[in-house]
């Protein structure tokens, strides 16, 4: 086939052979990440207006063989090997735990934690979600997850099920990069979430060109009839800011409001806003 075609010629470019070996580096090293400590989260503030409303949480990891290695390139490496699950685990875990610890001290903020697809379609799933929230006392409504398109594709009454499930026990679900892949509008009809994130790349369009801010106005206007919130995502300045602002994003994240940061950053610094 014309894809098989196209792999058979990438194969003997230096870079995909470079990055073949890269991939099983990593996949060595990602076996021992987890008994050896290796990775942390961030948490990257979201705003809607000038309150902070909530963060995501975002995975780090430092290996002592190759140093930091962004999420981009070993999540994925992650989800083909299976130790997803194993470190899917463990990232819900330290986010309900850092949740918990905030909300028992009387600064709740809610914490977006992301779900890889294989994750997610695991059977005992909202089991482990469940179990998750018990172990550290954690109001479900203080937790949100992130998921993307990908993977409800293949059983989309499934997954619209599952989230069905999540929203009783009152967890929030977001539809991440939305834009971004195969999105479609049934899929956005058919999933019972709460909220859109839109991909950086929405964001930068706009900013080009009317085309892109119409895209913006269009997902914004069909989200709020569905009842959705909408957040925009990798906002750097301030004129992007007040466009997806004015195009109906009533959320945003990004570097302009605020870098992923450790959690004593989060909490040391000037944005967590006082106790109600
Ligand atoms: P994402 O979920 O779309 O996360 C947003 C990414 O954009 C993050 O990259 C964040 O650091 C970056 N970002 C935030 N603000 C800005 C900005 O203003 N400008 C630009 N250019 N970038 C910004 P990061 O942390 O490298 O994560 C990359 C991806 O890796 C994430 O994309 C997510 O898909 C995945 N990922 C990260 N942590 C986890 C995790 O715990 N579990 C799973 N399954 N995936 C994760
Ligand atoms: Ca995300
Ligand atoms: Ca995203
Ligand atoms: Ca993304």
Known sequence: AKSRGKNAYQVF??????SVHAREHISRELHFALEREEFSLRYQPQFQGQQLIGVEALLRWHSHVLGDVPPGEFIGVAEDTGLIFAVGEWVLDHACRQAAAWH??????????NISPRQFARQDFVTLVTAALTRHALPAR????????????????????KITQLRQLGVLVSLDDFGGGQSSLSYLMMLPVNALKIDRNFVVNAEQNEAGQRVIQAITTIAHALNLHVVAEGVETAAQLSLVSSLGCEVVQGY?????????????????????
Do not use: F, I, N
């Open 13 to 18: 470019t230096p870079e995909l052979a470079r």
């Open 104 to 113: 028992a001290a009387g600064q709740p903020l809610r914490v977006a934690v």
């Open 142 to 161: 203080l937790l949100e997850l992130e998921l993307t398109e990908r993977l409800v594709v293949e059983d989309l009454q499934g997954a619209a099920a």
């Open 256 to 276: 302009l409001l605020g870098a992923p940061m450790s959690a004593e950053a989060l909490t040391g610094g000037r944005t967590l806003p006082a106790p109600s």
